[in-house]
């Protein structure tokens, strides 16, 4: 499987592929050829991950780059799949020919964002991913355009609005986790805080919402050499020990527009990108599917107290209960 290069990436008349910016497949299981394309896929994005890296970055960050990938791919793969298995329509009979190759290609992980959206609202999926690109130290960061252009499209066409990208970010911890430094007699001094900017991108006309959610890390050690403010406070709350740290991080004074400047001006030695994915929810077909879910449960419950009344009734008293 060979990569494509952002030079011939044309949004218009190319589809994503696995190693640029598709979604990840909704069908894993029974089906050894998506598996094994996943395979390749997690090989070439992980030597993306650990090859080539900027001479500057010390070997903690990049093991935790590599590691974070590693971790995120996995996540997101069982994510998806989880979601298309738990959908409300299993039967595929009533669904024209033509209407089933996109079905197949968004099991297979080749499918356009308009496609994925048309595939979550017919299928009853509670969430669907409808692009992610792996762009480890800013490599290949600029198939973010033709990918942000596809996702406007499929809103778009699918009666939507789209919003600015300053109206609805924000940031958040990215599991709460901080890389720890190099030296291990260093132990209160941190490298880096892994982080998310997430934002809500648009809406279409049944209530689905779209997120886009970039993950990076923040270099907080010596060498990025950030501002006194931040640094100082940063080196306050190691100092003191604080068990709340990571949440504590986002109080530091100006950070979050500190933080907002250094993605916006692509400052990679201090703001290193790992990944951005897109993906549609549904919360109305979120609790339909929950409920249902509870009634299976309750009725999986019911069977299983009627099974073992009648073990009781056999084992114990000798009669043979009617099933």
């Known amino acids: 499987m060979t990569e494509q290069s952002s030079e011939k990436l ?21 089906r050894p050829d998506i598996t094994e394309q996943q395979h390749q896929v997690f090989d070439a994005l992980l030597e993306r991950t650990a090859s080539d890296v900027p001479f500057d970055v010390p070997k903690n960050i990049q093991d ?36 089933l190759g996109v079905y197949e290609r968004a099991l297979n992980g080749n499918a356009s964002p308009s496609e994925l959206l048309w595939v979550r609202r017919t299928f009853g999926m509670r969430s669907i991913e409808l692009s992610k690109l792996t762009h480890p130290y800013g490599k290949m960061i600029d198939l973010l355009v033709p990918m942000r252009e596809a996702v406007t499209s499929a809103v778009l066409e699918n009666g939507g609005k789209v919003y600015e990208p300053t109206e609805t970010q924000k940031l958040k911890l990215l599991r709460g986790e901080m890389v ?28 689905t919402r779209i997120y886009e959610r970039s ?8 060498a990025t050499h950030l501002d006194p403010e931040i640094t100082d406070a940063l080196n306050y709350l190691q100092l003191s020990n604080n068990s709340n740290l990571i949440q504590d991080f986002l109080t530091i004074p100006y950070i979050s527009s500190k933080v907002f400047a250094f993605l916006d001006n692509n400052n990679f030695d201090v703001a290193i990108p790992l990944s951005t994915t897109v993906y549609a929810y549904n919360r109305n077909t979120d609790r339909k599917i929950e409920d249902s879910i509870s009634s299976e449960r309750a009725s999986q419950r019911k069977d299983s107290d009627l099974v073992r009344l009648r073990r009781i009734a056999r084992e114990e008293y000798g009669i043979a209960l009617f099933k």
């Open 180 to 207: 720890p430094p190099s030296d291990t007699n260093e132990a209160t001094k941190y490298a880096a805080v892994a982080m998310t900017r997430k934002r809500l991108v648009g809406e279409v006309d049944d209530d």
């Open 215 to 222: 993950s990076f890390i923040i270099r907080v050690d010596e």
């Open 64 to 99: 935790f780059m590599a590691v974070n990938f590693m971790t995120r791919f996995h996540e997101r793969s069982m994510k998806n799949v989880e979601s298309h298995d738990s959908r409300l329509k299993k039967d595929i009979s009533d669904i024209p020919l033509d209407q």
């Open 10 to 30: 044309n949004p218009r008349y190319e589809k994503p592929r696995p190693l640029t910016w598709a979604a990840s497949p909704l069908q894993l299981i029974g």
